[in-house]
């Protein structure tokens, strides 16, 4: 165990000093995602915490052996007889059912510790999808902050210029100056936004802050977009196969089967056991060597065993109850999920037409501009880099719903 707990240290500080590639892909970043973090290291140390106590059940079949050596005398007829012997006791047990129920009891612990494990790997691998996310749209925002910037900075220049020239009142300076001050404002948040959203995702790799992300490739989901999806009822029968659904079906399971051992319990253990060593009294009486095979089983009734059997019975039902919820919360949660596909669907065919909108009046007002003709191209390229922001983030909203709803159903879609 100390052993274990060193290497994850000795894993945990590798990481901390680890420099990410610039640019830096998703792909990557799920890559280097898959290095257990803080707490999926504890996790882990519970599974082996939980593989102990199995094997410890199991151990319990191993066989026993023991020495006795003593140096004694006896009185016997007023004379002192040698007592002394030299034995090696063995004892085997070769069929418990207490040690059987607890076997497939605690074989369920494990199991539960495992699926505890994946969910935390799941759930961290949205989180770092999220995360990355996060920043191609800061990163986004801030571009389409500095146009804004550019723009009121341009602004403010004509409007100085005509102040000077008494074309222009001091109001006007003033209004277009504040303009600025906003802009620049709003451009130091957006690279406070840069800073966070690169801090976040360094934390759920477990590197340094120093180390954080730069740069980072956009990913393009339009792809995905081609795709048709499928009705409901599809995933909709494919929700038997979610894995927390099927251990809880399993620990259901496990639930009843140790009911029924318990009840045909009678603790009944067979084993065997051999005496082999020598003796120095009555030696020719009682020879080298025993062996024996034993049956034991308590006799008479056991409150204690009862009251076990309906506590048991009681964690069956409130295991049912469970099982109902959870299926109403799958088949709710999935329906969710699938709506809102539907809608990211139809919003990306909406923001592509806007987007081809904004391109063509952006092209409009540039040659505008280029003609000297007045033209608002300063809005047409905030407004289009806007565009692409909300199209960029109605795609990653899409590809992790989507991945959502295939781990409901027990698949594990790749991006």
């Given amino acids: 165990m100390k052993l274990t707990i060193l290497l994850l240290l000795l894993l945990s500080k590798s990481l901390w000093a680890q420099s990410l590639p ?13 290095q257990h973090s803080l707490t999926e ?18 151990n319990q079949y191993d066989t026993q052996a023991t020495l006795d050596l003593s140096l004694a005398s006896r009185n016997e007829y007023e004379a002192a007889t040698n007592n002394s012997h030299a034995f090696v006791y063995l004892k085997k047990t070769l069929y418990d059912q207490t040690v059987e129920i607890g076997k ?3 074989l369920n612990n494990v199991n539960d510790a495992v699926l505890s494990f994946e969910q935390l790997q799941y759930n961290k691998t949205i989180d770092v999808m ?17 146009e804004k910037l550019a723009m009121a900075a341009i602004r403010e220049g004509r409007i100085k210029d005509d102040y000077d020239l008494q074309a222009a009142s001091e109001v006007e300076l003033l209004e277009k100056q504040t303009d600025t001050q906003l802009s620049q404002i709003q451009r130091i948040k957006a690279e406070s936004k840069q800073i966070q959203t690169r801090a976040k995702l360094a934390q759920l790799l477990n590197i340094t802050y120093e180390n954080r992300p730069d740069d980072v490739i956009k990913p393009d989901y339009k792809q995905f977009f081609t795709k048709k999806l499928a009705e409901f009822e599809h995933y909709q029968q494919k929700l038997i196969n979610n894995q927390k659904l099927k251990q809880l079906n399993q620990s259901l399971s496990a639930i009843n089967s140790q009911i029924s051992q318990e009840k045909s319990n009678l603790g009944i253990v067979v084993s065997s056991n051999a005496r082999l060593g020598e003796q120095a009294y009555l030696r020719d009486k009682n020879g080298k060597w025993r062996v024996g095979l034993n049956l034991s089983m308590p006799f008479g009734s056991d409150s204690k065993h009862d009251s076990k059997i309906s506590q048991l019975q009681i964690q069956a039902k409130q295991k049912q109850l469970e099982i109902k919820q959870y ?33 063509l009046y ?16 300063g809005n047409a390229m905030t407004n289009y880099t806007d565009s692409e922001k909300k199209l960029a983030e109605n795609e990653f909203d899409y590809v992790i719903t989507l991945k959502q709803l295939h781990h409901l159903i027990g698949e594990d879609y790749e991006i």
Avoid at 132 to 141: C, E, G, W, Y
């Fill in 130 to 146: 999220r995360g990355f996310f996060d920043i191609v749209l800061a990163d986004m925002d801030y571009e389409t902050t500095l």
């Fill in 104 to 106: 497939n009891t605690q």
């Fill in 22 to 34: 610039n640019p830096l892909s998703l792909g990557f970043v799920l890559d280097l995602a898959k």
């Fill in 327 to 359: 299926e109403q919360y799958l088949t709710g949660t999935a329906l969710e999920y699938y709506l809102q596909l539907k809608s990211l669907q139809q919003i990306h065919k909406a923001i592509i037409i806007e987007l081809d909108y904004r391109d």
């Fill in 362 to 377: 952006l092209e409009k007002a540039r040659a505008y501009y280029e003609m000297e003709i007045k033209s608002d191209i």
């Fill in 41 to 58: 290291q504890q996790q882990q140390l519970n599974i082996d915490t939980q593989k102990i106590l199995l094997d410890d059940w199991k």
